[in-house]
């Protein structure tokens, strides 16, 4: 859970500096830095953050040399959803981009907290001054957060921990997790407690499953479990996404209840573009909607139709990580990451195609492009979009009556920019959007607790703060 020692990276980085002679480029030119600075802020934000914070404090999964860094760019890794540039970049743009991230890395490391922008005091807003107030540190990559009745917090950690925030402050780890395949995107996911739990102590987890049967598949799957202290017992498997698949991205995971007691689950399309989100014979690329016990509501859109997965909401979706319901219309809104651009925000409604991957404001990493629509009859545009991509995640509307002039906003979490989007939405319509809290980091998910105040949690640095207004 505490953070890893940052001497290795620093030491590495070090190294790295001191060896730049080897490679194609004279680092000290500074227009070649300018360019590598220009195409990783075009090609490897979005994914890997403004400031390189997805390579702060992280484990190397491919190797930490320079010729591992620079293989990684040139040849990729589709299965854990990082692309080719090889057709992108020239060799020496390949040794510059390579060069940068080195070189950033270690000033990154060295000098992010300090740059670090002072939240501590009065933050100033369009609508509504706040202050923001930590409530919980020292959390390695914090991925899902809710609330008991009791006011205690839950926290999933993407590497398998499953916590409770006391409210006398203490953090206690949850055992009866399942065994999940943290690697890439998954792990251990969403969290959401039961609109009942008072009476039934039911918690719902989202999590990369490994596949039972061995190998290095994997799939999105939800179970529950009754918290009984720090346990969770009576374990069940409400929902398994089929097929399981090699890749490790594009999980999707979110969970929320809606006003009836409906349950739905985001699949993201697991990588493969052109062969899930458009079927309705798997389930990945759809928002599923199930009882609260699994069971298979008998008005889902697709439940008489021949080859359909029965538990299909809507479809057409690319890698949904925010699910929250509108606290007037009772309706389910969900964000999702676009590729290169093309973010969207969309108002579920049952049966409808959101319309990936035929129609996006996207394009792919490397620049090229997969289509040329915008849109298409049949397929339903997005309430908003962003270009250049934001990486949204986490998603909540404002119903407390602490912050009227936020009434029924959709917040809206930033992983690439570090900050939290405002979407003033009008009788159905986005008509304003505001960014609030940028650079404090990597946001992962928001929630609104019992006691009316809204949380957030990032994972660089991995801390839960509270957003407290003046």
């Avoid at 990082?82 to 070189?103: G, N, P, Q, V």
């Avoid at 996006?360 to 270009?387: C, H, K, L, W």
Wanted: aromatic share 12%; net charge negative; proline share 5%.
């Amino acid at each position: 859970m505490l953070k890893r020692n940052l001497f290795p990276y620093l030491l590495f980085s070090t190294i790295i500096i001191a060896t730049l002679s080897c490679a194609y480029i004279d680092v000290n030119n500074p227009l070649v830095v300018a360019d590598a600075a220009a195409n990783y802020k075009q090609y490897c934000a979005g994914c890997h953050g403004e400031k390189l914070e997805s390579f702060v404090d992280r484990d190397w999964v491919y190797g930490n040399s320079w010729n591992e860094v620079y293989r990684a760019i040139e040849k990729g890794y589709p299965d854990d959803g990082m692309s080719a540039y090889d057709t992108t970049f020239t060799e020496k743009e390949l040794s510059a981009l390579t060069d940068y991230i080195m070189i950033a890395l270690e000033r990154t490391v060295s000098d992010k907290l300090d740059e670090k922008e002072d939240f501590s005091g009065v933050i100033s807003s369009e609508a509504l001054n706040f202050r923001v107030e930590k409530v919980q540190e020292g959390l390695s990559v914090p991925w899902g957060i809710d609330f008991l009745p009791s006011g205690e917090m839950l926290i999933t950690e993407r590497g398998g921990a499953f916590f409770v925030r006391k409210k006398n402050g203490s953090l206690e780890e949850i055992s009866g997790v399942p065994v999940v395949k943290s690697r890439g995107q998954g792990g251990l996911l969403d969290v959401t407690v039961h609109p009942a739990f008072a009476e039934n102590r039911w918690v719902y987890l989202t999590f990369s499953k490994p596949n039972p049967d061995g190998g290095n598949t994997g799939t999105t799957a939800v179970v529950r479990g009754q918290l009984r202290g720090t346990r969770l017992t009576n374990v069940e498997e409400i929902f398994e996404a089929q097929p399981y698949l090699p890749t490790n991205h594009h999980y999707g995971s979110r969970l929320v209840f809606d006003q009836e007691g409906f349950i739905y689950i985001s699949v993201g399309d697991r990588g493969r573009r052109d062969q899930n989100p458009q079927s309705l014979s798997n389930h990945c690329g759809k928002i599923h909607r199930l009882h609260d016990d699994g069971r298979i509501p008998e008005d889902n859109p697709f439940v008489d139709e021949n080859g359909a997965v029965a538990s299909i909401y809507t479809y057409g979706h690319r890698n949904p990580q925010g699910l929250a319901v509108h606290p007037v219309t009772g309706e389910v809104w969900e964000h999702e990451h676009g590729p290169r651009g093309g973010d969207e925000v969309n108002r579920l409604q049952a049966g409808n195609n959101y319309g990936w991957p035929v129609i996006s404001y996207g394009i792919n990493y490397n620049g090229t492009q997969f289509t040329d629509e915008t849109e298409r009859a049949g397929m339903v545009q997005p309430e908003t979009y962003y270009v250049p991509s934001i990486a949204p995640c986490g998603a909540e509307f404002v119903s407390s009556d602490r912050y009227v002039a936020w009434e029924n906003n959709f917040l809206v979490g930033s992983l690439r920019f570090d900050y939290i989007d405002r979407v003033v939405i009008e009788d159905g319509e986005v008509v304003h959007q505001e960014r609030l809290l940028k650079n404090i980091g990597r946001m992962r998910d928001i929630k609104q607790g019992p006691d009316g105040y809204l949380y957030f949690a990032t994972e660089d640095p991995g801390v839960v703060y509270r957003i407290v207004p003046e």
